[in-house]
């Protein structure tokens, strides 16, 4: 079992930064992979950006790429802000690799109660 706790979200206005955090309790394997998620109102849930605990190499979705920043501890720095980051911010995890297909909710089996990003123009 996984329990994960984040915090961190807020409201900013576009081109500003946030760091979101995610406590993790409950594993002490590296076998394991550590993400961030977010959902927009009437929109799935997508991946942002993740990291395997067990070595080097992040994933990032491309919308954020170049603007997000994962690392352990589990962080993820968000800067450049734009209003279309705004949504519910989601830390997960699951056992194993990231694989191919990390960017999709439904591989996950661990999740965080969310964290609220709002970015305002």
Known sequence: QV???DSGGGSVQAGGSLRLSCAASGYTGGNICMGWF???PGKE??????????????????SVKGRFTISRGLYLQMNSLKPEDTAM??????????GVDWSMARFWGYWGQGTQVTVSS
């Open 38 to 40: 977010r959902q927009a």
């Open 3 to 5: 329990q994960l706790v």
């Open 89 to 98: 911010y989601y830390c997960a995890a699951k056992i194993g690799f990231c």
């Open 45 to 62: 849930r997508e991946g942002v950006a993740a990291l395997w605990a067990g070595g080097i190499g992040t994933y990032y979705a491309d």
